[in-house]
Every structure is written in C-alpha cells, then in structure tokens.
C-alpha cells in the first residue's frame, strides 16, 4: 500500500512539474528502439552488426 500512496504522490509532483509527458515520451521512445534493435537483432542478425555500429559512429538513425 506505501507504493502505491508513493507512485500517486510522484505522479501528481510530475504533473505539477509538467514533466510527465516528457517521461512518457522517453518511455515510448525507448521501447520503440528496443523493439527495433531486437526485430534486427533476431531477424537480420549480419546486418544487426553492422547497423549497431553505424549507429554508435554516427549522429544518423541507421537505414533499415
């Protein structure tokens, strides 16, 4: 019960904050890479390595 009373006490500072849109922003956007980097991984997995890395040495997003 203390987590939940304390997840609702953030939740309503982060709104305040108005940064509660930003985290869920983050959120969906590092699940959206991660579903990527895994369909990559899993189906393409020479290109997997390749893309990584081009990924890590440059500021572009690889091209699938």
């Keep these: 019960r203390s987590k939940i009373v304390g997840k609702q006490s953030l939740n309503k500072s982060l709104i305040k904050n108005g ?3 930003k ?4 959120l969906i956007q590092f ?3 991660n579903e990527l980097v895994h369909h990559i991984h899993v189906h393409h997995t020479t290109e997997y390595n390749y893309y990584h890395h ?4 440059s500021t572009e997003s690889p091209t699938i």
Excluded: D
């Excluded at 985290?23 to 983050?26: A, G, K, L």
């Excluded at 081009?54 to 040495?57: I, L, N, P, S, V």
């Design 19 to 21: 940064t509660v849109t």
């Design 23 to 26: 985290i869920v922003i983050r």
């Design 31 to 33: 699940r959206l890479t």
């Design 54 to 57: 081009h990924y890590q040495t």
